[in-house]
T-cell receptor, first 114, second 113 residues
Framework: GAGVSQSPSNKVTEKGKDVELRCDPI?????LYWYRQSLGQGLEFLIY????????KSGLPSDRFSAERTGGSVSTLTIQRTQQEDSAVYLC????????????FGSGTRLTVV | KNQVEQSPQSLIILEGKNCTLQ??????????LRWYKQDTGRGPVSLTI?????NTKSNGRYTATLDADTKQSSLHITASQLSDSASYIC????????????FGTGTLLAVQP
């Protein structure tokens, strides 16, 4: 596609439910990042994929968070047993992963846990 | 302590005025540094990228500077417009094995008429 696509764009879920967020990166981009942005806060790194492997998952806030990437393309971020503090905008970015390559962000998924 | 720190946290200026945003980093080894603009409800968009050997780079009314010795960068906005109201985020690329992007927490700029 022309850009990074994230779905859904908005998600309202009840506390305790599981949610799955999807990121479709730009075709050919090997690097993929997940970030989240809480209201009024900066971007918080979650996890970084290079191809299908995740060399850095240090940002995942708890074991309720997991992410996978298959075929070096689509990535899903899963949050189990959602809590109200999980409410944020979840952003995905993809890039070619080379030294000077730029990164393109999706428009994000706004998650609200009620 | 965040490896990329930005100041001020927020800034309000009048339309037509200039402003300068600061970014200090401790990331080492350093690969490159980007300034992103993030409009409300949108993903960040890259404004400039600077490598170790570059001191200044311009993109229209935006001029970024980099001092790799002191690990400081600035983003200067000239003749501000209402559409410049956004968050400006400094992002440093780790030159080590992970090649990871490290984000600052951003400066929220509001341009008022």
């Amino acid at each position: 596609g022309a850009g990074v696509s994230q779905s859904p764009s908005n998600k309202v879920t009840e506390k305790g439910k599981d949610v799955e967020l999807r990121c479709d990166p730009i075709s050919g981009h090997t690097a993929l990042y997940w970030y989240r942005q809480s209201l009024g806060q900066g971007l918080e790194f979650l996890i970084y994929f290079q191809g299908n492997s995740a060399p850095d998952k240090s940002g995942l806030p708890s074991d309720r968070f997991s992410a996978e990437r298959t075929g070096g393309s689509v990535s899903t971020l899963t949050i189990q047993r959602t809590q109200q503090e999980d409410s944020a905008v979840y952003l995905c970015a993809s890039g070619q992963g080379n030294l000077f390559g730029g990164y393109t962000f999706g428009s994000g998924t706004r998650l609200t846990v009620v | 302590k965040n490896q990329v720190e930005q100041s001020p946290q927020s800034l309000i200026i009048l339309e037509g005025k200039n402003c300068t945003l600061q970014c200090n980093y401790t990331v080492s080894p350093f690969s490159n540094l980007r300034w992103y603009k993030q409009d409300t409800g949108r993903g960040p968009v890259s404004l400039t990228i600077m490598t170790f050997s570059e001191n200044t780079k311009s993109n229209g009314r935006y001029t970024a500077t980099l001092d790799a010795d002191t690990k400081q960068s600035s983003l200067h906005i000239t003749a501000s417009q209402l559409s410049d109201s956004a968050s400006y985020i400094c992002v440093v690329r780790d030159g080590g094995a992970t090649n990871k992007l490290i984000f600052g927490t951003g400066t929220l700029l509001a341009v008022q008429p």
